[in-house]
């Protein structure tokens, strides 16, 4: 062995520092109109309640607050989360059913780390979450991403997948306003995956940040309550609808793969931040959620009409977008000679950042797509920066 | 494919759940004098300093405290970690060599991620913390146990262990107040680790989670201290310096790694809860950690002493005991015909728990010991639970 060279994992050559993420670490200067980020507005979270809460938990319980303790989760919060999942999403689960998480990150890497081994195949949407895509890549499966329209998976194409990928460990998905695209699956998408996915025995991973952040038209079951619970491993967070900095999200998984979750769980971090739990089950149990994400709505509902008013003034012809019924972003389809990262490129020159769309497809390609994010930046911003972005646009198509 | 059966990656067969956890859940139990958890004194936590911190945190920057972060780690926490590794231990380490972690749990899990491909070997000490066993296990390696004395690894047989196994990727050890063992290293056997590990280029995990909670004697230079930092990933917690429920740590690594670390962050929780992170940074800016730190330092030396006093009355000859000069641990030695786990059922019909020390040898073995906890009871109940433990070792003697 060669002195003073730690020879690394095979898995880490899979784990690459990202070209754009270097790029768009230039958006952090505070003239830069940054669609790039999916970040929450935060002057929307509920900052002094959770002070005060602070000041109860610490005070009435702060030893036990401060503590370690089970790796599960707190109980009162589990509680709180089935019954908050069961009342808005149709589902049937019970607190024994979930594992509280670090964030739908560690959700993300937990269902790697329980499912792949390597040379595994996941199924996902066509474009896919990136962070998904990074949690995945540390246990070397393959990708195949199968072709998606605006309502979900094509099913052909899923049960082709299926069929060519006797490999395949599990589904992933975003039913609803998916990031990066925004779209949201039909109804009859969403029965034909669960009942593909039953039939042929591979668990769907089901990832719903967004879903309560619908900003028109009626809520749809999610894939987990489709389900009955048996095959859908569900992803859920506090961060979309509260705040994500103190990372707090769960998981709900059938009962004998929750157990194998707490498992990771335990060797992973032991457990998620007690004080946070106890903050999160205070401020639940003493104020109105709900209330806090009719809020949030109302002002991205805002957001994402100033951004498709201007991008459908000012887009020229030839270019598509998405128009989500919520969530955070929404997808551009430029001509196929368009490259995002030259794009990107040349709107940083005009203090603009999006994320080129490439990066979001695991196998490459549709580099003429981008992501804009409309949650975080005001209405001024947003019709300022989109108006730049669409003259960069206008441009590049001559 | 079975339907409804999930077929998981072969890694879960390696994690189980232990017999010991499932016997030791009855010591949740009030009337259970319980040595068996490794739970700092929860009366010791500044509740209500965190509680005027937190507001103030909230106060004045809440929007960026609920706010997504970094995945290195808030920078004024990170330079502060950095300066106090330096001046507690003679490390030379910057802000930029830190990683924030949630809990030293990760650091250990990522350490395996980063380093360890199936049938790798790590070298452990004999015994090692189960915490770390159960984090590495998840990465398929096998374990060499070297043999240790009361002042470390012996060099020759670490010498031998390298020679013999060169697929080791990297030595796992607690310098100072081991856990389970108690024991301390000496500064000779310090040097002669780094010496051979770098010669060998076999880097070094070292876990300092007990390092400043020393009752008397003079502190000894951690492993990346006298390594000056190229061949060492160290681990510092504040849980046990300040409290565990908060999730919070770190690890400092060679520069290259250090940047390898945070990609595998990035997959594995995008980052520490920011919240957190800003409570313990703005905690450590007004208020004196250390004498935090000597308070606890006070009230576990003294619990450490009572145990140690009723054990040295109490139980009967041919049972060894550690006397540790910090930390929260000492380690029981039985005759060989004495087996831990039995004499635990035992103790627990008398409401008293341990840990019986065969779970901490990764390869089996050595089921005449226990790991007895002083840091967690009140002086009353460490008298009367000692007292009732070497009742039963009297009566196990015959």
Redesign the interface.
């Known amino acids: 062995?060669?002195?003073?060279?730690?020879?690394?994992?095979?898995?880490?050559q899979f784990?690459?520092?990202s070209e754009i993420r270097e790029l768009l670490k230039f958006t952090q200067k505070p003239e830069i109109i940054s669609f790039a980020?999916?970040?929450?507005a935060?002057?929307l979270?509920p900052?002094?309640e959770?002070?005060e809460v602070?000041?109860q938990v610490?005070?009435t319980e702060?030893?036990?607050?401060?503590?370690?303790?089970t790796t599960e989760g707190d109980p009162a919060l589990r509680r709180q989360i089935a019954g908050r999942m069961n009342a808005k999403q149709g589902a049937r689960v019970e607190a024994d059913d979930l594992l509280i998480?670090?964030?739908s990150?560690?959700g993300?890497?937990f269902a790697g780390?329980?499912?792949?081994?390597e040379g595994?195949v996941v199924l996902t949407e066509s474009p896919t979450y990136l962070?998904a895509i990074?949690?995945f890549?540390?246990?070397q499966p393959r990708f195949v991403d199968v072709a998606t329209d605006d309502e979900g998976m094509i099913p052909e194409a899923l049960a082709q997948a299926l069929e060519q990928n006797p490999r395949v460990?599990f589904i992933y998905v975003i039913p609803d306003f998916q990031n990066p695209s925004g779209r949201t699956w039909s109804l009859a998408r969403r029965q034909a995956l669960v009942d593909l996915a039953?039939?042929?025995?591979?668990?769907i991973v089901e990832d719903g940040p967004y879903s309560e952040l619908r900003f028109e038209g009626e809520p749809l079951p999610s894939l987990k309550a489709l389900d009955r619970g048996?095959?859908v491993i569900y992803l859920g967070t506090f961060?979309k609808i509260f705040?994500?900095?103190?990372?707090c999200a769960w998981l709900a998984a059938?009962r004998e793969?929750q157990?194998?979750f707490v498992?990771?769980k335990?060797?992973?971090?032991?457990?998620?931040?007690?004080?946070?739990q106890r903050q999160i089950a205070t401020y639940l149990e003493r104020h109105d959620l709900d209330a806090n994400v009719g809020k949030v709505i109302g002002v991205y509902r805002e957001r994402r009409d100033r951004m498709v008013e201007v991008l459908a003034r000012e887009l020229p012809a030839g270019v598509r977008f998405t128009r989500p019924q919520g969530g955070l972003f929404l997808w551009v389809t430029f001509p196929e000679h368009v490259n995002g990262r030259a794009l990107l490129e040349r709107c940083l020159e005009h203090d603009v950042a999006f994320v080129p769309g490439g990066a979001f497809f695991p196998n490459g390609g549709h580099e003429n797509t981008a992501r804009l994010n409309f949650s975080f930046m005001s209405l001024d911003r947003i019709e300022e920066g989109v108006r730049r972005f669409c003259r960069v646009v206008r441009q590049a198509l001559g």
């Open positions: 062995m060669e002195p003073g060279k730690i020879k690394l994992a095979k898995r880490m784990l690459k520092a980020g999916g970040l929450p935060a002057e979270f900052a002094a959770l002070a602070t000041r610490l005070q702060g030893g036990r607050a401060l503590q370690y303790s998480t670090s964030g990150q560690q993300l890497d780390k329980a499912l792949l081994d595994d962070g990074n949690a890549l540390a246990y460990k039953r039939l042929r025995g591979v668990p048996d095959n961060s705040c994500p900095g103190l990372r059938p793969l157990r194998k498992l990771i335990q060797g992973a971090d032991l457990h998620t931040s007690t004080l946070v």
